[in-house]
């Protein structure tokens, strides 16, 4: 319950969370512990032993708040980040529209989705081989360099010009 608590602040308001807990709890364990402290001796050199293990468990209880705050946090993150991926891989895979995932330096196609496998009637391990131009018809992109293909694409990707007659489809044979 209280780590469910904890969480919510923490997510609300981030860094400012710790921050602020950090400060309350200090003033608290320093205002606490040197009444504590100087109820024990009037000696200088006992006050003084005695406020350095003060310091020392100020530093080792601070030390583990933090942790345990920076682990909460991070488990957090890596149980959205795995919610994330799932999503993404879903919505990649069930999606209506032939998708392939391109590795943007090779231009080899790196995944594809099922329905971009049965649109151009090639077996995701041959696509896994295959460059990106290797799917448009020769007419349509100049094959002279990897930069002219990626500007090409780009370009028919971001003005929607991209229309499905410029792909290949049956196996690999050109309409």
């Not at 231009?107 to 995701?124: H, K, M, S, T, W």
């Amino acid at each position: 319950m209280e780590n469910a608590m904890l969480m919510n602040l923490y997510r609300k308001h981030g860094a400012a969370t710790i921050s602020a807990l950090y400060i309350t709890l200090s003033l608290i364990w320093i205002a606490g512990s040197d009444m504590l402290v100087g109820g024990l001796s009037s000696s200088v050199d006992v006050l003084s032993t005695l406020q350095t293990f003060k310091g020392f468990g100020f530093v080792g209880v601070t030390g583990l708040g933090l942790y345990y705050l920076v682990d909460l946090h991070q488990k957090h993150l890596m149980a959205a980040r795995e919610t994330a991926d799932k999503w993404v891989e879903n919505s990649f895979r069930q999606s209506h529209r032939p998708m392939c995932l391109v590795d943007p330096v090779s231009l080899r196609i790196a995944d594809a989705n099922p329905r971009a496998e049965e649109y151009l009637d090639i077996g995701l391990d041959d696509l896994k081989t295959m460059e990106l131009a290797n799917l448009f018809k020769s007419d349509t992109i100049s094959r002279t360099s990897k930069t002219t293909i990626r500007e090409t694409i780009v370009h028919a990707l971001r003005n929607n010009t991209a229309q499905p007659e410029l792909f290949i489809k049956n196996g690999g044979a050109v309409d």
